[in-house]
C-alpha cells in the first residue's frame, strides 16, 4: 500500500504505463526517462521524481527494463490483479465499451452488461477478448456482484437515468463507479466516482477556440 | 463574444446545456435553477449566478424558458452555428463516435473521416444521423479542410500515431485538437488540444479505491 498521492502524479504513472505496455507489445526491452517523457510531455526529471516516490526503478546510464517498470506501475496503482467491471446501459456507448481493447491491458475484465429495457436484457455478445458477455436485467446486479465481486460500474445509460442507475449500484455494494453521461451523479461516503464527459470537454473546446482565434 | 471565463464555469454551462436539449425533446417548457442544479450537483444559487454573468435569463418566481435559455447557453460556448468535426483514424473508437448521438446536439458535424491505412480509405460509412460520410485517407485532409473549414479534428488513432496525426492537422491549419489516444500531442501556439484519456481516469479510480477501502 502506497501513500495517497495526487491525482495528477497518478494520472502520470497511467500514461507511463500504457506507454509500457505498448513498448512491451512492439517486443522493446528497455527505455530511457527521455522515451517516458516524450509521451508525456513532461521533462525526463520529472519522469525520474514520479517514479523515485515509489522505489528503486532502472539503472543509471542503462534505462528501464520494460517489464519489470510496467509491473511495478501495475502494483502501484492496484492494477497487478484482476479488475472485474459491468457496464450499466447498452446503448452505443456501452457497445463501444465492450469493443475497448486498451481497457483490457490494464486487467480489467467485463463481466456483465446490465440494462432496465427488457429486450436488451435477452442477448449475449462478444467482447473483443472474443469471450462472450451477458446482458442482463439491472435487476440480477446484486447476485452477479456477489459471484463475482465487482471493482468498477460503467454507468453508459441516458443522462437521465444515471441516478437512478448509480443508486442501484450503491445498494448492491460496487464502490467505484466510472460516470459516461453528462448527468452529475451522487453517492454516500466511501464510494467514489470519477466522470468522463467528453461532450462537455469538446463544448469548452469550442469556447476556447473563440478567444484563440481573437485574441 | 463573451469575456474568457474559467473552464469549471465553462463546463458547467455545458452540462445545463445538454440537460436543457433532453428537457426540450420531452415537451419540457420551464425549468427552476433548482432542476438544473440537482443535474449537475450545485446549488441553485449557483445557477442563477452562473447565468447571470453572462446576461439576464429567466423570470424570477417562474424559472427559465427551456428554449430560450438553451440557445442563449449555445451563443455563449459558440455552439450557435453548426461546427464541422474530422475524425482522425477510424478503428472502434472513431466508429463509435460517428455513432454518438449526444456530439450532433451541439450542431456538430462530422465532414470526413481520415485514415493513414490504404485499406480503410476506400469504403464510406453512416454516421447517426443518416448521412453517408467518407473515409479518406490522411492526405486529402488539407483539401477537405479548405472546402469546409474543419473546426475540430479528433484523433483516434492508435497512441503511438498521435503526434505525427496532429502534426498533420496542424500542417493544414486546424485549430482545435480533440485528442482521444493516451499519448501526449504537442501543438504551436494558436493551436487547442484538450484530452481525454479515459483510460488513465479509470486507472486513477482504481488507484483511489484502494485508499478509500483500507483508509
Redesign the interface.
Known amino acids: 500500500?502506497y501513500a495517497?498521492f495526487s491525482?495528477t502524479i497518478?494520472?502520470r504513472?497511467?500514461?507511463y504505463?500504457?506507454?509500457l505496455i505498448?513498448q512491451e507489445e512492439q517486443g522493446k526491452q528497455l527505455v530511457s526517462s527521455y522515451d517516458i517523457a516524450q509521451?508525456?510531455?513532461v521533462t525526463a526529471g520529472l519522469v525520474r521524481k514520479d517514479l523515485a516516490r515509489f522505489g528503486k526503478f532502472g539503472v543509471k546510464g542503462v534505462g528501464y527494463d520494460v517489464a519489470e517498470l510496467c509491473e511495478g506501475i501495475k502494483r502501484?496503482?492496484?492494477?497487478d490483479h484482476p479488475?472485474r467491471v459491468a457496464i450499466i446501459g447498452i446503448g452505443?456507448?456501452g457497445?463501444?465499451l465492450l469493443?475497448?481493447?486498451?481497457?483490457f491491458?490494464?486487467n480489467?475484465e467485463i463481466v456483465a452488461v446490465f440494462d432496465t429495457n427488457p429486450e436488451a436484457a435477452i442477448t449475449c455478445i462478444a467482447s473483443?477478448t472474443g469471450k462472450p458477455v451477458n446482458i442482463l436485467h439491472l435487476n440480477h446486479l446484486g447476485e452477479v456482484h456477489e459471484a463475482h465481486q465487482i471493482?468498477?460500474a460503467m454507468i453508459t445509460t441516458i443522462?437521465?437515468e444515471a441516478q437512478e442507475a448509480t443508486d442501484h449500484v450503491v445498494q448492491v455494494g460496487i464502490?467505484?463507479i466510472?460516470n459516461?453521461t453528462?448527468?452529475?451523479?451522487?453517492v454516500p461516503m466511501?464510494?467514489?466516482v470519477?466522470n468522463?464527459?467528453?461532450?462537455?470537454?469538446?463544448?469548452?473546446?469550442?469556447?476556447?477556440?473563440?478567444?484563440?482565434?481573437?485574441?
Open positions: 500500500m495517497n491525482e497518478i494520472n504513472l497511467s500514461i504505463m500504457h506507454y505498448e509521451v508525456c510531455g502501484i496503482l492496484g492494477l479488475l452505443t456507448l457497445s463501444y469493443s475497448f481493447q486498451e481497457f491491458n490494464g480489467y473483443e471493482d468498477i443522462p437521465s464502490r467505484g466510472l459516461f453528462s448527468s452529475h451523479v451522487k466511501g464510494f467514489v470519477k468522463i464527459h467528453f461532450v462537455n470537454v469538446q463544448d469548452s473546446l469550442i469556447y476556447v477556440l473563440q478567444f484563440s482565434q481573437y485574441g
